[in-house]
């Protein structure tokens, strides 16, 4: 191996082990994390079709890869700072104990991504993107009125994608990648059990699993100045194999291997990039999320279960179904960027992005609403080879509402609050030219 393919392989590496260790916060509608660029991010993402001229187009349009000369390799990360809040209005079947409001359940998260790619020849490029395009964390702790709905949600979804892209002349591009998945998650509630009053416990769902999809992107310039860009990807489902529990009310306690199925909307992209002039570009933008097919979160026990307060099961049933009814969305973005000098190059984008949450079925593991970004960057060019990226967003999240029944047969819960939040991300990369 050369000295130049282990250097490479290294930036990747730790770029893969960084976001492996990082607990993710979904900062897109739903839990998507659209922050793997930080180019792109300074825009808004206005232009992450047509205009991303680094690595970063990998994840976003792989067709992009062939405006990138020779070697090119981009490591980045993103800070995201989301903020929410959850009020009780007027949740009954509560017990008076431990009734906290939670508190922002989110910390400070950094999302790593890196990329690689190379061009073969005039014609045929190769590149590598490793990005946590899903992801969610956050904990409200065991003593809140919303803890029969949710107490803790950590999720991560980290994608491995190798991708081909081919310049067919110079008008179109093609490209197409694998994506290689590993999802991990863990959900926990509050639990209960009836018998001389109520006994609360904790409920866990917990797996992982392997899975895979594919992307697919074009570039199109009918114009010089014009460029037209699609890309798709996949859904993608997930089986994760883990264990169901039931602990701490001791009449109906619990611990088997389990089952319930992630299933991943697939996402469409088209967007348009025009140069007014040398230094000026206008970028649009629009993307659909395919999150119908996020309907439900089904527990399924492998194994028997005949607790002492009567509740039975046999593998292939279902423990536990929270219904999420998540629908299918839109996101629009538009943004500009200038070229200042030789050394500067300054961006910005706002973007307009659809919950796919309903009023009836949103939960506290994502209380979600629209949300309208505000973002601004930079490229600076240190010199030939090194490119350093900025960038700094600031998301408002529409107001909602949680109206859901938890705990249903056992002590009922109906579990109702006004949502609020935003989020704040700041971001740096540093792209290396060889």
Not at 261 to 271: E, F, R, V, Y
Not at 313 to 338: D, I, K
Not at 342 to 358: I, L, S, V, Y
Not at 360 to 385: C, I, K
């Amino acid at each position: 191996m050369s000295v130049q393919s282990k250097k490479l392989l290294s930036l990747l590496s730790l770029c893969a082990l960084g976001t492996a260790l990082s607990p993710m916060a979904a900062n897109a509608a739903g839990f998507y994390i659209q922050e793997q660029s930080v180019t792109g991010l300074g825009s808004a993402f206005s232009g992450s079709a047509t205009n991303l001229h680094d690595p970063s187009t990998v994840y976003f349009n792989p067709a992009g890869m062939t405006k990138l000369s020779g070697t090119q390799t981009q490591l980045s990360t993103h800070l995201l700072i989301p903020s929410s809040s959850l009020t009780d209005n007027g949740s009954t079947g509560v017990s008076a104990a431990n009734t906290g409001d939670g508190g922002n359940p989110y910390s400070p998260t950094p999302v790593p991504n890196g990329f690689v790619t190379h061009q073969i020849n005039d014609q045929l490029w190769a590149g590598i993107g490793i990005t946590a395009p899903f992801g969610l964390a956050n904990d409200y702790g065991d003593g809140w009125f919303g803890r029969f709905d949710s107490t803790k949600t950590e999720l991560a979804v980290i994608d491995v994608q190798p991708s081909l892209a081919f310049k067919i002349n110079d008008m179109i591009s093609i490209a197409g990648g694998i994506n290689i998945q590993h999802s991990d998650a863990e959900l926990k509630s509050a639990t209960g059990v009836t018998g001389g009053g109520l006994t609360e416990g904790t409920s866990t769902l917990e797996g992982d699993d392997w899975s895979f999809g594919y992307t697919l992107g074009a570039q199109i310039k009918p114009l010089k100045t014009t460029t037209i860009g699609l890309s798709y990807h996949s859904a993608i489902s997930h089986e994760l194999e883990g264990r169901v529990k039931s602990e701490g009310t001791t009449l109906n306690d619990f611990d088997v291997a389990g089952t319930a199925d992630l299933d991943l909307p697939d996402i469409a992209t088209l967007g348009i990039s025009h140069d007014l002039n040398d230094k000026l570009t206008l970028m649009g933008q629009a993307t659909w999320f395919g999150w119908n097919n996020f309907q439900d979160i089904t527990a399924i026990t492998n194994e028997n279960i005949n607790t002492a307060a009567g509740f039975t099961r046999t593998p292939g049933q279902a423990v536990s179904t929270t219904v999420q009814n998540y629908q299918s969305t839109w996101a629009f973005a538009v943004g500009a960027e200038y070229d200042y000098s030789d050394k500067w190059a300054f961006r910005g984008g706002m973007q307009f992005d659809e919950t796919p949450t309903t009023n009836e079925y949103r939960t506290s593991r994502t209380p979600d609403g629209d949300r309208t970004w505000l973002s601004g960057g930079a490229t600076y060019s240190l010199n030939d080879n090194i490119d350093v990226d900025m960038a700094a967003t600031y998301i408002w999240i529409e107001d909602g509402t949680i109206d859901v029944t938890r705990n249903a047969g056992i002590s009922s819960t109906n579990v109702k609050a006004k949502t609020e939040g935003n989020v704040g991300i700041v971001s740096l990369g540093l792209t290396y030219k060889f």
